[in-house]
């Protein structure tokens, strides 16, 4: 499955801004990028989801690069609700599985 | 709309047992998903099922098993539990087979083999 790469853990004030970044280097043009986090004791839940161009809803805003080769989930003001396990995900069209592949996310902190 | 809804919520176990977990999808979606969760491997997927049928299967060992019914509800059984078998179990659901469609998932299953 194609891979994506995300830095371990990050650290935001509450009403700031964060910009969670991932990588994914061997992404084809058919790969959807998603993102689910994961708050404390609870299931993931579906954040967003792009092919190519940016994208908004009321959770967040995803920002892909040009060449698809990384994007940015973007929390506009963030608060203590957001702190989670933040999960970017490649849904590789050819391997035909509708299920998710999880890498290790990023934890998100949220500093009162 | 109802969520996911998963049970037991927890469950003890001792070695070489075998157990069953529940899961019920939102209303009207007919794909079904489970999940392992555990803190060295993360989120591993095991398999899925869509109209009763298994579609994709994780690399997991023989002793997991899972079937879905007609009314969309998934089962998944594990014999001759290990103490490796302990974990979150996770059951995500989906309203088709497309390849882009949102999954919801459960709060998950706590197992524990002791």
């Known amino acids: 499955d194609a891979k994506t790469t995300q830095p371990n853990s990050m650290e935001s004030n509450e009403e700031e801004p964060v910009h969670l970044p991932c990588n994914h280097s061997t992404i084809s043009g058919t790969d959807y990028i998603h993102w689910y986090r994961q708050l404390p004791s609870q299931g993931p839940e579906y954040v967003i989801h792009g092919l190519t161009s940016n994208v908004n809803n009321r959770m967040a805003s995803l920002a892909i690069a040009e060449d698809r080769k990384s994007s940015t989930l973007i929390l506009h003001r963030a608060t203590l609700r957001d702190a989670a396990v933040y999960y970017c995900i490649l849904r590789v069209r050819d391997t035909g599985r509708r299920a998710l592949t999880f890498g290790s996310g990023t934890r998100l902190q949220v500093q009162p | 709309k109802a969520g996911v809804t998963q049970t037991p919520r927890y469950l003890i176990k001792t070695r070489g047992q075998q157990v069953t977990l529940s899961c019920s999808p939102i209303s009207g979606h007919r794909s079904v998903s489970w999940y392992q969760q555990t803190p060295g491997q993360g989120l591993q997927f095991l398999f899925e099922?869509?109209?009763?049928?298994?579609?994709n299967k994780g690399n997991f060992p023989g002793r997991f098993s899972g079937r879905q019914f007609s009314n969309s509800r998934s089962e998944m059984n594990v014999s001759t539990l290990e103490l490796g078998d302990s974990a979150l179990y996770l059951c995500a659901s989906s309203f088709g087979q497309d390849f882009y469609n949102e999954q919801f998932f459960g709060p998950g299953t706590r197992l524990t083999v002791l």
């Open positions: 099922y869509f109209s009763e049928t298994q579609r």
